[in-house]
């Protein structure tokens, strides 16, 4: 399972830290992601790690903005979200795949609820 939080209502330049807490799986084995989805657009892939957090890869809209991270001890993986937009407006979603690849193409396996971000102007 995956349990995403950290949204929240923001001022545009500003920043956010999501987390996701995964359980019941060896989360190391798994590369991760974040996709969000505003209202009426589909879902879109935002950022995706590998399974040690060796290999990192991001949506070009949000490059050098967002920075994805995990720590395999807490079973967790982050998306810092700075320099907001509210462009950025969507609802955030963690998940998971054998293949980061897989994440980076724009769909996975495993994933948890999203949360809100909102970004005003």
């Known amino acids: 399972q995956l349990q995403a939080s950290g949204g929240g209502l923001v001022q545009a330049g500003g920043s956010l830290r999501l987390s996701c807490a995964a359980s019941?799986?060896?989360?190391?084995?798994?590369?991760a992601g974040w996709f969000h989805q505003a209202p009426g657009k589909e879902r879109e892939f935002v950022a995706a790690i590998s399974g040690r957090g060796a290999n990192t890869y991001y949506a070009r809209s949000v490059q050098g903005r967002f920075t994805i991270s995990r720590d395999n001890a807490k079973n967790t993986v982050y998306l810092q979200m700075n320099s907001l937009k509210p462009e950025d407006t969507a609802v955030y979603y963690c998940?998971?795949?054998?293949?980061?690849?897989?994440?980076?193409?724009?769909?996975?396996?495993?994933w948890g609820q999203g949360t809100q971000v909102t970004v005003s102007s």
């Open positions: 998940a998971a795949d054998d293949w980061s690849g897989t994440i980076a193409s724009g769909t996975a396996d495993y």
């Open positions: 019941g799986r060896t989360f190391s084995s798994y590369a």
